[in-house]
């Protein structure tokens, strides 16, 4: 069984950092692609941004330049770095591990990015 565990959300204003963190139990997390997906109020959970286990990332486009998504193997942990944050990323991020057929999904952390 995998828990996913994140934390580093919070408030903070427009222009700024956060940095979130998931940490990941169990011996599936070298060999599976991660992920962060966020939902806001009244919508669908989308994308932000993935990263497969040779390093390989993927970014939504509304993300692009402003986060940045890494991992580390030792610490089976992986890292979302928000930078130039805009009120429009308000919502709650969700740590995914994927390793088909099978995906895990963390609690949730909240960001609100006030203007």
């Known amino acids: 069984q995998v828990q996913l565990v994140e934390s580093g959300g919070g408030l903070v204003q427009t222009g700024g950092s956060l940095r979130l963190s998931c940490v990941s139990s169990g011996s599936l997390f070298r060999r599976s692609t991660m992920g962060w997906y966020r939902q806001a109020p009244g919508k669908q959970r989308e994308l932000v941004a993935t990263?497969?286990?040779?390093?390989?990332?993927n970014l939504a486009d509304s993300v692009k330049g402003r986060f940045t998504i890494s991992r580390d193997d030792i610490k089976n942990t992986v890292y979302l770095q928000m930078d130039s944050l805009k009120p429009d990323d308000t919502a709650v991020y969700y740590c995914n591990l994927n390793f088909p057929p099978v995906t895990y999904w963390g609690q949730g952390t909240q960001v609100t990015v006030s203007s």
């Open positions: 990263i497969a286990t040779r390093g390989n990332t």
